[in-house]
């Protein structure tokens, strides 16, 4: 061999020496989490729990492959899913579910009111032994074996600083407790045709309407879904009702006569239509009622959203229209109660505790007017107020996200 042939097989040699484990490496298969989320089809947020967590994990994680094990994507949701998220592998007979606990090598429970899914948890640790982690949920329980499951998490984000002091002061030690924001924030789907057809034919111009959202104190599931009626939830929302959408009213009204702004009385869950109609809309003045709007039916989160994100901001009594809202940068005014859990907290916890308004104190009450009357009359003020508490959830995102990262095991 002459000493041309013999640089040349050497350097052939040595490339390959070089390149062999990275190439090995590039034919390896990529890490696989299992994301349980997915609770119910009836909320708007409650869907946007899951794309949320899904566009997160695209961004941060594009190198994890995932698989979603939901409870529900019945009434469009799954295409809606497919449509944003084209490779998602979606796992819901016996058969998937049990190839999931053996080819994933972690479980993550979403955003969700509380460990919804703990037996599911419970199950995957029993079975695999494999890590597992938590993001987004509020949590009020004091039951041993639910401190004792999130103790053995690799990690645990709760949406709202209330939840977070209620799991320490309760002994749970996991490692990495947090506050950690709601997967809603992260929704980013859209249907644009529904929502500008929608827009167009109801006069409503980009940057010059305000959305409303009603809610009752408890969601009448029995009128919606295949739940039994519950004379004491009734009760309380009968009782409270009016109480509770007075101030929302009050500043329909303020916005109708002291701005050019007109005003859209739209739903977050399906039963929130007639109360819309009942408690907004029909008790209105007859020259405010020319400027609002009254959406009759129900929508999925994609024309939600691109609704959302036309106007020019958005305040009432629910949480996750809000939550999607800020999440693309448009400004939300929350109006809760102590029937809602402490996930409105998390206002508090982003920077916009000027935009949170308890409806049982009375003082706090009257503070809803000028705050909607303020929004209407500087957007662009509220803009910057709403991208300032954006930018806050964006660090915690991409914190939880690099912890997600952390605690799924190298495969070979």
């Known amino acids: 061999m002459n000493r041309r042939s013999f640089v040349s097989h050497l350097a052939t040699a040595i490339f390959a020496t070089c390149a062999g484990p990275a190439l090995g490496a590039a034919t390896s298969r990529p890490r696989r989490l299992l994301l349980r989320s997915s609770w119910q089809t009836v909320n708007i947020g409650d869907i946007g729990h899951t794309p949320g967590m899904l566009a997160l994990l695209e961004k941060h994680l594009p190198e994890v492959e995932v698989r979603l094990w939901p409870s529900d994507v019945s009434h469009g949701v799954e295409d809606m899913l497919r449509r944003r998220f084209p490779k998602l592998v979606i796992v819901k007979d016996a058969e998937a579910i049990k190839a999931a606990f053996a080819e994933c090598d972690f479980l993550l429970h979403g955003s969700g009111p509380s460990l919804v ?3 599911h948890v419970e199950k995957w640790r029993k079975e695999t032994g494999k890590p597992y982690g938590v993001e987004g949920i509020t949590f009020s329980s004091s039951n041993p074996d639910s401190i004792k499951l999130l103790s053995g998490a690799a990690f645990v984000y709760f949406r709202d600083s209330v939840s977070l002091q209620f799991a320490q002061d309760h002994g749970c030690t996991c490692p990495i407790m947090e506050f950690g924001p709601d997967g809603a924030f992260g929704v980013d789907l859209r249907h644009e045709e529904a929502a500008t057809t929608f827009l167009k034919a109801n006069g409503l111009e980009e940057g010059k309407f305000l959305c409303v959202i009603p809610r009752l104190r408890f969601t009448p599931y029995w009128r919606i879904k295949n739940q039994p009626f519950d004379a004491q939830k009734h ?3 009968e009782a409270m009702k009016e109480h509770d959408h007075a101030p929302l009213r009050d500043a329909i009204v303020a916005v109708a006569r002291q701005t050019d702004m007109r005003l859209l009385v739209c739903p977050e869950d399906s039963s929130q239509m007639e109360i819309g109609k009942e408690m907004l809309v029909d008790k209105l003045p007859d020259d405010v009622r020319s400027k609002v709007v ?7 989160t994609d024309e939600a959203l691109s609704t959302y994100v036309r106007s020019a901001g958005l305040f009432g009594n629910e949480m996750h229209s809000p939550i999607m809202c800020i999440g693309n940068g448009i400004p939300a005014i929350v109006c809760r109660w102590a029937e809602q859990t402490s996930k409105g907290i998390m206002w508090q916890d982003i920077g916009l505790g000027e935009w949170l308004f308890d409806f049982d104190n009375e003082e706090a009450i009257r503070g809803l007017v000028p705050a909607v ?8 003020a509220a803009k910057l107020k709403a991208l ?11 914190a939880m996200a690099q912890t997600t990262l952390r605690a799924i095991p190298s495969v070979s």
């Open 117 to 119: 899914a703990e037996k």
């Open 235 to 237: 009760a309380r929302n």
């Open 294 to 300: 009254w959406r009759e039916t129900y929508w999925l």
């Open 373 to 380: 009357l303020a929004l209407a009359k500087d957007p662009a």
């Open 388 to 398: 300032k508490a954006r930018a806050v959830v964006h660090e915690k995102q991409l």
